[in-house]
């Protein structure tokens, strides 16, 4: 599986950006796919996560600002972020989780796509 993610970029406060994850590959046996950020000194964290049955769930800090969906015919999932502020600060990462019968379960990850907020 590999993944391109791509739509970072630098904003002020208040705008928004949308991120875009493309995968190709094994993507019939994706059980989910999620977008982490990263900052500095710190753990990856989750922001979002779309399940192959198109349950979403999210961080408590992105509720009501950030939204996850997937087009299927693109095999892409894109993280709209809106209402942005300094600390969404991070760099984002695509990831997706592989599963069959006959594999254990396997993360993937872009290389990630660096968003910078300005206040």
């Known amino acids: 599986v590999q993944l391109v993610e791509s739509g970072g970029g630098l904003v002020q406060s208040g705008e928004s950006l949308r991120l875009s994850c493309v995968a190709s590959?094994?993507?019939?046996?994706?059980?989910?796919m999620s977008w982490y950020r990263q900052t500095p000194g710190k753990q990856r964290e989750l922001v979002a996560r779309?399940?192959?049955?198109?349950?979403?769930n999210y961080a408590d800090s992105v509720k009501g600002r950030f939204t996850i969906s997937r087009d299927n015919a693109k095999n892409t999932v894109y993280l709209q972020m809106n209402s942005l502020k300094p600390e969404d600060t991070a760099v984002y990462y695509c990831?997706?989780?592989?599963?069959?019968?006959?594999?254990?379960?396997?993360?993937?990850w872009g290389q990630g796509t660096q968003v910078t907020v300005s206040s």
């Open positions: 590959g094994d993507i019939i046996a994706l059980v989910s």
């Open positions: 990831n997706a989780v592989h599963r069959t019968l006959y594999t254990p379960i396997t993360d993937y």
């Open positions: 779309i399940t192959g049955g198109g349950s979403t």
